[in-house]
């Protein structure tokens, strides 16, 4: 079965950067793109920006341009995503998930990942 | 434009149809993807596309699209459909990004 296992909580301060992983299994890994989405406290999910696991293709959001950088190892099937420059905003849920394209259909999400900013 | 606008709450009756909506200008280009949240979970993909529902997904849930606006209907709602419903689709710019809505709150009373 498809699964996407993301690393732990993690609490950075402000000006950090903060690398999260997902690693996938059940499928083959260069066959989707893998996007990446928030979500602040009682807020709503924040697209970030998409991969392909094929060629390392990118698409980030226009806000992030510069701070955020997504790879992937084929080696082992993970996508990471590193946020660099970090603010109190960013602390949020960070979540991977299975895109069947480019046009953000998610069929598969990983657990999610809390990353808190603070001093 | 790069938004897709969603209604914040809705309530619907036990066992009736509701009807949630989702306007931008990108669907009239791109087809709205469309994902359920329950409370400390993460998202689950309930349509996509024209109206394809996923494996595992009761037929309960449809999607539909219409000029700007795209909706996911749920007929028969179910106390368990109770979460927030998200639309989603590529933005219309040609920047090759993605847009969320902000979500809406299903109430089933």
């Known amino acids: 079965q498809v699964q996407l296992v993301q690393s732990g909580a993690e609490v950075k301060k402000p000006g950090a950067s903060v690398k999260v992983s997902c690693k996938a299994s059940g499928y083959t890994f260069t066959s989707y793109g893998i996007s990446w989405v928030r979500q602040a406290p009682g807020q709503g999910l924040e697209w970030m920006g998409w991969i392909s696991a094929y060629n390392g293709n990118t698409n980030y959001a226009q806000k992030l341009q510069g701070r955020v950088t997504m790879t992937t190892d084929t080696s082992t099937s993970t996508a990471y995503m590193e946020l660099r420059s970090l603010r109190s905003d960013d602390t949020a849920v960070y979540y991977c998930?299975?895109?069947?394209?480019?046009?953000?259909?998610?069929?598969?999400w990983g657990q999610g990942t809390l990353v808190t900013v603070s001093s | 434009s790069s938004e897709l606008t969603q209604d914040p709450a809705v309530s619907v009756a036990l066992g009736q149809t509701v009807r949630i909506t989702c306007q931008g200008d990108?669907?009239?280009?791109?087809?709205a993807s469309w994902y359920q949240q329950k409370p400390g979970q993460a998202p689950v993909l309930v349509i996509y596309g024209k109206n394809n529902r996923p494996s595992g997904i009761p037929d309960r849930f449809s999607g539909s699209s219409s000029g700007n606006t795209a909706s996911l209907t749920i007929t028969g709602a179910q106390a368990e459909d109770e979460a927030d419903y998200y639309c989603n689709s590529r933005d219309s710019s040609g920047n090759h990004v993605v847009v969320f809505g902000g979500g809406t709150k299903l109430t089933v009373l």
């Open positions: 998930a299975r895109d069947q394209g480019t046009n953000g259909v998610c069929d598969y």
């Open positions: 990108s669907l009239r280009s791109y087809y």
